[in-house]
């Protein structure tokens, strides 16, 4: 599978945006069709409802699917250049996506709070854990807080189900106070010194999860 096409199963689609791009609605799946080398191929992009992302190749002379192109042992210039094409298509109908790797109601609500007070968007730094990522001050470039996925049990809390988590850090003179193993955890993967855990289930009040982020966005900035 195309990176974009991996990347892309993690986002889920602008309807608007992908309508302006050039994508038609057909019996209930957004379609985007262009040409390759001179006309020799047709891409299509094939989006559902769901935001399920598929291609297909045709090669025009033939009218069959061609999927050289997505096998890696396959080289040459023709299916390089072939590739190169495709995957540029692909890098632009991305921007008609958006990131939804966080589904828990409180991680939504994490995630639009930061946009709008602070204007910064989740980056996710680790290609092997596409269930973590990271806001960071622009001016210093320091961590402020950490959306992590993780099994209940590694924070000592019944079940194996997974729940999505946010690191934050904290004065170390609040911490021992405040750390319950209920509500709130020593820091997740961070320097527990520094560092304090929230699970995002509704457990910590979603106001009080903002005032600890603009607290964690200050003392980043130290």
Known sequence: MSDFLTKLQNQKPKILSLLAFGFRLENGKY??????????FTLTVIVEQNGQFTTRLVDNDSGELYVLHEVASAQGAFVG???????AVLEKVSTCFEIDVFRSPQAKQVIQYVRREYRDELEFLWPKLPDNA???RPDNKKWYAVLLTIQKEKLGLAGTDRVEILDLRMDPAELADIIDKVCYFPGWHMNKKHWVTICLDGTVDIDEIYRRIDTSFDLAGK
């Open 134 to 136: 990271i806001f960071r």
């Open 31 to 40: 379609l985007y069709t262009t040409r390759l080398l001179e006309d020799q």
């Open 81 to 87: 250049r072939l590739r190169e094409e495709f995957e």
